[in-house]
């Protein structure tokens, strides 16, 4: 049975298809298709932070144009798509080299890191919330891309004991943010286009 389509499995999400494509869709989910499970549980985590959002809700044409540009995306990483996952190089830690300066400086209240994978390089600023625990800011660039249609609207998952403990998307030009994250020691992961990042043992410390 073929795969669905990335608008059939949308439709099929939010109860828009007859019975009959319906049926054949969970059919199709239920034989094991990794790829089609995975875009699902994509398409479910990003409705329901969607959902704790409500600034603003997107019209329907901008949502059409959203999983046209997924499909063509998700076309072209099929070729050179990885199971595995890339692991990211730690470049700079503010808490070792305080004499280091770039686009952020390091500060007594803030801890700063850079990593690098696969041509991706990966901000990172930790410092105090306001309220408790620790804020943080990231950025993640394609270094041989001058501008950011690559990280713009990536998914970002905080992990810890292989359970998500915050998942976020990228704005338009990379960056995203958490707030009120308790410290310890996290894997980041992010979702690129063609490969997902991670960042194991990333300590979340002042």
């Not at 790829?35 to 994509?42: E, G, I, K, Q, S």
């Not at 919330?129 to 001058?146: C, F, N, P």
């Amino acid at each position: 049975m073929r795969c669905p389509l990335f608008q059939e499995l949308l439709d099929f999400q939010d109860g828009r298809l007859e019975r009959d494509e319906a049926v054949r869709i969970e059919r199709h989910l239920a034989s094991g298709c990794a790829r089609c499970v995975a875009d699902l549980r994509w398409y479910e985590r990003l409705r329901s932070l969607a959902r704790s959002d409500s600034r603003f809700s997107p019209p329907l044409w901008a949502r059409n144009r959203a999983v046209l540009l997924f499909e063509e995306e998700r076309e072209k990483a099929s070729f050179y798509r990885s199971s595995r996952p890339e692991i990211a190089l730690l470049a700079y830690d503010s808490a070792r080299d305080q004499s280091w300066t770039g686009a952020r400086s390091a500060e007594s209240s803030e801890r700063q890191f850079v990593y690098s994978a696969g041509g991706f390089s990966i901000d990172l600023q930790i410092g105090r919330a306001e309220a408790s625990g620790a804020e943080v800011i990231g950025q993640i660039l394609q270094e041989s891309e001058r501008g950011f249609g690559s990280v713009a609207g990536l998914l970002v998952d905080l992990v810890k004991l292989e359970q998500p403990i915050w998942s976020t998307i990228t704005n338009g030009v990379g960056e995203f943010r958490m707030i009120g994250v308790d410290f310890g020691e996290y894997e980041l992961r992010l979702d690129t286009r063609d490969k997902q990042i991670r960042i194991p043992n990333l300590p979340i410390l002042l």
